[in-house]
């Protein structure tokens, strides 16, 4: 009996080494090579080797209402909405309509030649809506004309803005395109989620890296809302006819306002304006607008372009949103 034990345990420990022996083997052993391409099996899906990381991200939409007298319509709930994305329609997860959420602002300047005669007016614009933000909200500035110059990077005080804007002369050609870049790229700092570009200009780009093309897809990447003033010669004004005239691009501004759902404002040089009153039009437009969020249903395997529309379930109201987004994979 006793040597039928020591048996057994001595099958026992051999059996520990062989199996320690095969562990080891598998772990610190060389590594068979990777089968050769036309011999790979197929992946499996259940595999996490061949599972793509998707990034299912929250769809922030920001949508201004608008009745058909062109009034901002308030009071609106979020069974007034309809979301579609690919014509399907979406659950809304969240709705806001805070007129105290807090706004992240860039503006950017022409300070080309072309805006030689109306520099003055443009600046004056920028010095309206500084002074108009509220303690919580932060802007920055860049000026733009061959070159792209960011003279105050995001601040809450509105003196350092004023400051920035001392002393700014025009000259040179123009870079829109490449100064709503730079914007983009200065917008990844900001602290609130309400993201909005201010591009003043009298809208003529002609020496920008990038094209207009390029521009629109960046706008198309980032959540956020793009709004123009456009300052445009004024034929009445006799001055005007003794100088070169410069008339505002209204394709370009069109089309990088209403990608991010904005919109382009109209003056004319030499005019007088009431420019806190503009400030205050455009705060109340971003104050009035309404949020939409969503987790996207029925993503596709590949990064790519969805378009997203937003209905409101009034009669003749009219709505203003962003025209979609790009879904981002992670591979």
């Known amino acids: 009996m006793t040597g039928t034990k020591h048996l057994w345990t001595g099958i026992r420990v051999a059996a520990f080494f062989v199996c320690a022996a095969l562990v080891f083997a598998q772990t610190s052993g060389p590594q068979a090579p990777p089968p050769s391409t036309g011999d790979q099996p197929a992946a499996n899906p259940q595999d996490p080797r061949y599972r793509l990381a998707v990034d299912v991200e929250l769809v922030n939409i920001v949508a201004t209402v608008l009745d058909e007298n062109g009034r901002y319509l308030e ?21 806001s309509h805070d007129r105290r959420v807090p706004i992240s602002v860039g503006a950017l300047v022409d300070v080309s030649g072309s805006m030689r005669h109306k520099l003055q007016q443009a600046l004056q614009t920028v010095r309206e809506i500084s002074l108009a933000l509220s303690p919580e909200d932060e802007m920055f ?3 733009f004309n061959d070159d792209i110059t960011v003279r105050q990077r995001f601040t809450r005080n509105p003196q350092d803005i004023q400051r920035a804007l001392r002393d700014i002369r025009s000259g040179g050609e123009t870079a829109a395109y490449d100064a709503i870049q730079a914007g983009l790229r200065e917008m990844r700092s900001a602290r609130h989620n309400k993201k909005i570009l201010l591009l003043v200009t009298d809208g003529w780009d002609t020496r920008s890296k990038i094209t207009m093309a390029q521009a629109e897809e960046l706008l198309k ?51 007088n304006y009431a420019l806190e009153s503009l400030a205050q039009v455009l705060l109340e437009e971003l104050h009035q607008q309404y949020t939409l969020s969503y987790y996207p249903t029925a993503l596709s395997d590949k990064d790519d372009w969805r378009t997203v529309e937003v209905r409101v379930r009034r009669p003749n109201a009219q709505i203003r949103t962003r025209t979609g987004y790009y879904v981002t994979r992670t591979p």
């Open 75 to 95: 009071n609106l709930t979020q069974e007034d909405f309809q979301v579609l994305e690919e014509g399907r329609e979406q659950k809304v997860s969240f709705f």
């Open 141 to 143: 500035l860049i000026t």
């Open 221 to 271: 990447r980032a959540q956020v809302l793009v709004y123009a003033i456009g300052i445009d010669d004024d034929d009445t004004d006799p001055a005007t006819f003794q100088r070169t005239r410069y008339h505002v691009y209204h394709l370009m501004l069109g089309q990088v306002t209403s990608i991010s759902g904005g919109r382009a404002f109209r003056l004319f040089t030499g005019r």
